[in-house]
């Protein structure tokens, strides 16, 4: 069992800059390949990024590629998106991941999930 906590979701002017952190517990962290996804209101999650065990392998959606950052640190247990040039549209709540094997960007395929941050952008 592995227990994922999200955090650094909030309020954020468009073009803004946040942070969104994921900790990981329950299990060795390294050994899973991670993910992040959001979901805004009435429509699906959708996958946003993920990462492999190591950052040999790390995979954008193509609406946030050059402006999201997907990074680990699996001595702190932990994942990172650094998001920049928000804009409305990123408005959300994000979600953590973890799968054993290689990282994808296909949700079902995903293990554990955290309850999700929250990430507002105004305009």
């Known amino acids: 069992q592995v227990q994922l906590v999200e955090s650094g979701g909030g309020l954020v002017q468009a073009g803004g800059s946040l942070r969104l952190s994921c900790t990981a517990s329950?299990?060795?962290?390294?050994?899973?390949?991670m993910g992040w996804f959001r979901q805004a209101p009435g429509k699906e999650r959708e996958f946003v990024a993920a990462?492999?065990?190591?950052?040999?392998?790390?995979y954008y959606a193509d609406s946030v590629k050059g402006r999201f950052t997907i990074s680990r640190d699996n001595a702190k247990n932990t994942m990172y998106l650094q998001m920049s040039s928000l804009t409305p549209e990123d408005t959300a709540v994000y979600y953590c991941?973890?799968?054993?094997?290689?990282?994808?960007?296909?949700?079902?395929?995903?293990?554990?999930w955290g309850q999700g941050t929250q990430v507002t952008v105004s305009s």
């Open positions: 991941a973890v799968k054993e094997g290689r990282a994808t960007t296909t949700p079902q395929r995903f293990d554990y």
């Open positions: 329950g299990d060795t962290f390294s050994r899973y390949a």
């Open positions: 990462i492999g065990w190591s950052d040999l392998y790390i």
